[in-house]
């Protein structure tokens, strides 16, 4: 069934409208109508007002213009006037339909041209298929009687009800024929015409941009909670920070990182995620300048140490998987270790963020960085829920932490979720964002999932959000997710994140690989609460990555 716009009660309509309606709503699931489409063009100085009944598109096969004429249509030769005769017997003068349907269409590609859909610069001919035609669905066209400006491709009548699909393609190829080598649209074309030229029924609304942005200028603020820690904290030589998800943490880290580094100290920040490390570099280059703040990821740090003291940093294969766990978890850090054995002052502070995922031997071999003789600062930020690789809790020294209570990441609904995932006392201020409720989608089998993603997908770039701003969390690792394989969502490839997304692309990511990251936009897919991987403190990482919009697509068995 094709997708109409809008969505309209048929009975509110003339007869003739209507019925089209009824028909056209009959096509396969790849045709969008677009029903009322108003127009308003330059002729001789002036303005002048105009409406397409239907515009029909189709991505592989172009758009159609079709002017509708409901009862009897007649058309007095030699005068060119035509004329209406409705139900109750009376005549009323009607424009040349067929003049209707193109000077339309010639209003539509103006607009087209001008709105960059087809990139920049001027065009001359748009490159897809166009054309229009003519319905009379409430009678029989006498074909061998028509203008001489029409032919029978562009006239619909009541006897092309019940073939429908085959007419419109029909149509399709007949225009075509007229402009050789024309053809179908890219992703992004199709997705820029519907939403920045055809939708034109004017509503005063919030896009979800503007409501990204306003509800982003909060959760980006210092909340006077983070301001009194800072404040506090600012002679503190060893600190732990403690808070949920959301909390602000990596903020804090953020500022205290700039608060040090323009006081002319030496700042390393330490994550355990590779894209946390890259988003994290990026954020310091631009704020403290080149050199300012060094970001590095645990294993990377360790390698590249190693490497500077001319030391071996042989990762085991995969194949070999109690060898590959037990040399990240000790033999990297013994390297960091050794290679800092000549050296061990680099920095006066050392920030390290996600610390819950970090063994106690990492941080204590991350403590030697420090030089005596400097700051000596080591703080340490974490949450204890996102423990997602079962490590005890262990810090090189001891320290009452300061406590991150509410949450200034994710609207008050995403948060919500994300506190009866976790089990967790998160909160929100009193006046906080609500944003959009979070939307489920059940699956019985876990082959569903993908035409649930890409249902949801379709919805968003309908509503304007661009694909980079989309991220698919999957409680599995690619290969073993529901899209192992899948390398397109609804035209845009499909890749593995890294910060701060690639343009025109929809990003994926295991829960694991997205601690400490964040998008407007997640998709958590693979829910079915089995464990470990989709352990209840993996849902709660998972979700709170979110910041505007949540869908979820899980078993239909799960509860959250």
């Known amino acids: 069934?094709?997708?109409?716009?809008?969505?309209?009660?048929?009975?509110?309509?003339?007869?003739?409208?209507?019925?089209?309606?009824?028909?056209?709503?009959?096509?396969?699931?790849?045709?969008?109508?677009?029903?009322?489409?108003?127009?308003?063009?330059?002729?001789?100085?002036?303005?002048?007002?105009?409406?397409?009944?239907?515009?029909?598109?189709?991505?592989?096969?172009?758009?159609?213009?079709?002017?509708?004429?409901?009862?009897?249509?007649?058309?007095?030769?030699?005068?060119?006037?035509?004329?209406?005769t409705d139900y109750r017997g009376e005549e009323h003068p009607i424009k040349d339909p067929f003049l209707q349907a193109e000077r339309n269409v010639n209003a539509i590609v103006e607009r087209i041209r001008d709105s960059g859909v087809f990139g920049p610069?001027?065009?001359?001919?748009?490159?897809?298929?166009?054309?229009?035609?003519?319905?009379?669905?409430?009678?029989?066209?006498?074909?061998?009687?028509?203008?001489?400006?029409?032919?029978?491709?562009?006239?619909?009548?009541?006897?092309?009800?019940?073939?429908?699909?085959?007419?419109?393609?029909?149509?399709?190829?007949?225009?075509?024929?007229?402009?050789?080598g024309s053809r179908g649209f890219t992703p992004r074309e199709f997705n820029d015409l519907c939403n920045k030229v055809l939708l034109t029924r004017f509503n005063v609304t919030v896009p979800l941009s503007v409501r990204f942005g306003r509800e982003k200028e909060r959760f980006e603020s210092l909340t006077d909670e983070q301001c009194r820690?800072?404040?506090?904290?600012?002679?503190?030589?060893?600190?732990?920070?403690?808070?949920?998800?959301?909390?602000?943490?990596?903020?804090?880290?953020?500022?205290?990182?700039?608060?040090?580094?323009?006081?002319?100290?030496?700042?390393?920040?330490?994550?355990?995620?590779?894209?946390?490390?890259?988003?994290?570099?990026?954020?310091?280059?631009?704020?403290?300048?080149?050199?300012?703040?060094?970001?590095?990821?645990?294993?990377?740090?360790?390698?590249?140490?190693a490497g500077e003291a001319g030391l071996d940093f042989d990762v085991p294969p995969e194949d070999e998987p109690d060898a590959l766990q037990a040399f990240y978890e000790r033999g990297s850090a013994a390297l960091l270790e050794a290679a800092l054995a000549e050296a061990p002052g680099r920095f006066d502070c050392v920030l390290v963020d996600e610390g819950q995922d970090f063994h106690l031997e990492w941080l204590r071999v991350l403590s030697e960085l420090l030089d005596p003789a400097g700051m000596d600062v080591f703080h340490i930020?974490?949450?204890?829920?996102?423990?997602?690789?079962?490590?005890?809790?262990?810090?090189?020294?001891?320290?009452?932490?300061?406590?991150?209570?509410?949450?200034?990441?994710?609207?008050?609904?995403?948060?919500?979720?994300?506190?009866?995932?976790?089990?967790?006392?998160?909160?929100?201020?009193?006046?906080?964002?609500k944003g959009a409720p979070v939307k489920y989608f059940p699956y019985r089998e876990p082959s569903e999932q993908v035409a649930l993603i890409e249902k949801v997908v379709r919805e968003l770039l309908d509503k304007g959000i661009d694909p980079s701003q989309v991220m698919v969390i999957s409680s599995h690792r690619r290969a073993r997710s529901c899209l192992a394989g899948v390398n397109r969502l609804q035209g845009y490839p499909l890749v593995e994140y890294r910060p701060p997304g690639e343009e025109d692309t929809i990003a994926f990511s295991s829960l694991h690989r997205a601690k400490g990251l964040e998008s407007d936009v997640v998709i958590f897919c693979d829910v079915d609460g089995g464990e470990p991987y989709c352990s209840r403190s993996n849902q709660y990482v998972a979700v709170s990555r979110a910041r505007h919009l949540l869908y979820i697509i899980h078993r239909r068995d799960w509860k959250l």
Request: charged residues 25%.
């Open 121 to 180: 610069g001027p065009l001359k001919t748009l490159p897809v298929t166009v054309g229009y035609c003519v319905a009379f669905p409430d009678g029989v066209a006498q074909q061998k009687n028509l203008p001489l400006h029409v032919v029978p491709e562009v006239v619909i009548d009541s006897r092309d009800a019940a073939r429908m699909a085959a007419r419109i393609e029909g149509l399709f190829g007949a225009w075509r024929k007229k402009r050789p």
């Open 229 to 305: 820690i800072l404040e506090t904290v600012s002679g503190g030589k060893r600190a732990l920070f403690r808070g949920y998800a959301g909390t602000g943490k990596t903020q804090l880290l953020m500022e205290n990182a700039r608060r040090f580094a323009a006081a002319a100290a030496r700042v390393l920040v330490v994550c355990y995620n590779q894209p946390l490390a890259e988003l994290l570099s990026q954020w310091a280059a631009n704020v403290c300048g080149a050199g300012g703040v060094t970001v590095r990821h645990f294993h990377g740090l360790a390698e590249e140490y």
């Open 381 to 433: 930020f974490y949450d204890e829920q996102q423990n997602v690789y079962g490590k005890e809790l262990e810090f090189p020294f001891e320290a009452v932490p300061y406590d991150l209570s509410y949450q200034m990441r994710s609207t008050a609904n995403v948060c919500e979720v994300a506190r009866k995932a976790g089990s967790v006392d998160i909160r929100c201020f009193p006046d906080w964002v």
């Open 1 to 84: 069934m094709a997708r109409m716009i809008p969505e309209i009660e048929v009975g509110r309509y003339p007869h003739g409208e209507g019925l089209l309606y009824r028909w056209l709503k009959g096509l396969p699931d790849d045709y969008r109508v677009f029903h009322g489409v108003h127009l308003l063009r330059q002729s001789g100085g002036s303005l002048r007002r105009g409406e397409a009944d239907f515009v029909v598109l189709h991505k592989d096969l172009g758009f159609l213009v079709i002017e509708v004429k409901g009862g009897k249509v007649t058309c007095q030769p030699g005068r060119g006037r035509w004329t209406s």
